[in-house]
Every structure is written in structure tokens, then in C-alpha cells.
Nanobody
Framework: QVQLEESGGGSVQVGGSLRLSCTYS????????MGWFRQAPGKEREAVVS???????RTAEPVKGRFTISQDNAKNSLYLHMNSLKPDDTAMYYC??????????????????????WGKGILVTVSS
């Protein structure tokens, strides 16, 4: 089992920055990859940025050059660094994790349907 909890959301003006944090607890034997997703009002949830099983990151086109992901395993934390925020970035942001097998294969954490565990989400509002 993996438990996830997001923090750091809130309201920010256009052009501002926020850092979201996701603290997680999991059994030490587990192998996971993780990512951030978001759901804007009236829209479907979408991937934002992930760290896949090979350690490489994938970033959605609308946030490329503005959002980055980082992970600190010593602190059991995943971060989403958001810069140059726009009104279109207003959404609930979710941290998610995917259980991975120990088979050496490559697995993506950029697809919502692949994810095993989800945080409750945190709201980010960008206003002009």
C-alpha cells in the first residue's frame, strides 16, 4: 500500500510560482514510479509531469519550460515546481504512484489509467 498526501497549493497571481509537495509512505520492498496530474473545472484529469521507471521525466506540452518534477527519497517526497503560472493552470493537482514489477522493464507514470494510488488532491488557483 502507498499513501500520498499533497500540500503547498493555494492562490497565486499570473506569473507567480508555487511548489507542491507530495509526501508518501510505502512498504520498503515496493518499487514505484510517480507523477503529477491535474483536473481543471469542467475538464478531464490530465498528466502534468512524471518520473518514469527509468528515472526520466515526461512533461505535458502546456507546461513545458514552466513546470518541473523532483523527488527526494530520503524525505519520501515528490515535488512539482511551477513557474510562470497562467490562469489555465488553475486546477486540482493530484500526486499519483504506480506499483511496478521487479522485471527490469520500462514503465510509464504518465498515463492516468496506469496509476495505482492517488492523493486526495490540492487546489491551485491562478488569478490575473
Amino acid at each position: 500500500q502507498v499513501q500520498l498526501e499533497e500540500s503547498g497549493g493555494g492562490s497565486v497571481q499570473v506569473g507567480g510560482s508555487l511548489r507542491l509537495s507530495c509526501t508518501y509512505s510505502r512498504d520498503t520492498y515496493r518499487r514505484n514510479c510517480m507523477g503529477w496530474f491535474r483536473q481543471a473545472p469542467g475538464k478531464e484529469r490530465e498528466a502534468v509531469v512524471s518520473i518514469d521507471s527509468d528515472g526520466r521525466t515526461r512533461t505535458a506540452e502546456p507546461v513545458k519550460g514552466r513546470f518541473t518534477i523532483s523527488q527526494d527519497n530520503a524525505k519520501n517526497s515528490l515535488y512539482l515546481h511551477m513557474n510562470s503560472l497562467k490562469p489555465d493552470d488553475t486546477a486540482m493537482y493530484y500526486c499519483a504512484a504506480r506499483d511496478l514489477p521487479y522485471d527490469g522493464g520500462w514503465y510509464s507514470c504518465f498515463v492516468e489509467a496506469f496509476m495505482t494510488y492517488w492523493g486526495k488532491g490540492i487546489l491551485v488557483t491562478v488569478s490575473s
